[in-house]
């Protein structure tokens, strides 16, 4: 009997206050006087909140454009029919006038808009190799399987990049130029098209396969290019820091969507005369129209933005915190309200005891 006490108190835990629990604690008390000041001053600073950031998101300036080629929506009605039921739809040019009557504040972004295309579907989004992405070698020979059915080609070489995403990477081409003087030639407005991927995306994410002989090209050798492409990813650009798996283009593309109606970036104009923004007078936005949407239902749509303190324009945000800080002072009212009715009575019962 002795040894079987010992041996069951040594598995006891030790009697301090911490393994018993008996540490000093503190349960606030809710009272009237407490929650009611929470719930208002709660309301008041969401509602403070979401008029800054529902302010801001007006002030900001948009102008769009729906150039997926829709009867009687402008010239690029001729470049949807003409790719009507082709894959992939012969090259076709068609062009976007507008005019300003005043200054468009900079910096101005220039994004394009597709509509009904989901790039959040779950085999769509895991269409990808990220190791062949990254630059390694073997990857770039044995694509994932995840890749397929664009993993290899007909001919059995492994394609670069494989995957759906990448097969659907948008080649729209858009060049603005601006008229400053009635009648006057149309000059060609700078677009900067650096940097404007994710700085993790381009520096660490994405990286080219090791150069052979110094030649990109000979790295890619033995592979080929997406269905959908027409020409290699190592001819993406013909500027050496912007080509092959490091194209900005084809990086803000890969980072996929989380809803079927999304905004990428194409450009920013803020060099030369258009540092300050667009300045007033007239626009042709030169289109080449290569990508397909029609036969989903889709829409592309060109969208020239400038931002604010809070980014791009939101009016949701702003919205969602005028609503919670209205709903607090609603309900903030309504425990008032019960307090007053019932505190009279809770004062009988306590004299009554």
Known sequence: MTWSATARGAHQPDNTAFTQQRLPAWQPLLSASITLPLFFCA????IGLGLGLYYSSNGIVELEHDYTGDAGSGNCSVCAAAGQGRAPPPPCSCAWYFSLHELFPGPVYLYYELSGFYQNNRRYGVSRDDAQLSGLPSALRQPANECAPYQRSAAGLPIAPCGAIANSLFNDTFSLWHQRQPAGPYVEVPLDRAAI?????????????????????????????????????????????????????????????????????????????????????????????????????????????????????????????????????????????????????????DDDE
Not at 43 to 46: M, T, W
């Open 197 to 349: 991927a994710w700085w993790t995306d381009y520096h660490v994410k994405f990286r080219n396969p090791p150069l052979v002989n110094g030649s990109l090209a000979l790295a890619f050798r033995g592979t080929a290019p997406p269905p959908n492409w027409r020409r290699p990813v190592y001819e993406l650009s013909a500027d050496p820091n912007n080509t092959g798996f490091v194209n900005q283009d084809f990086v803000v593309w890969m980072r996929t969507a989380a809803l079927p109606t999304f905004r990428k970036l194409y450009a920013r104009i803020r060099q030369g005369d258009y540092a300050a923004g667009l300045p007033r007078g007239a626009y042709r936005v030169n289109i080449s129209y290569n990508y397909p949407v029609r036969a989903f239902g889709g829409h592309k749509l060109l969208i020239f933005s400038n931002i604010s303190w809070m980014g791009g324009k939101n009016p949701f945000l702003g919205i969602a915190y005028l609503v919670v800080g209205a709903l607090c002072i609603l309900v903030g009212f309504a425990m008032l309200l019960v307090y007053i009715r019932y505190q009279d009575q809770t004062d009988d019962d």
């Open 43 to 46: 309301g008041l600073a969401f």
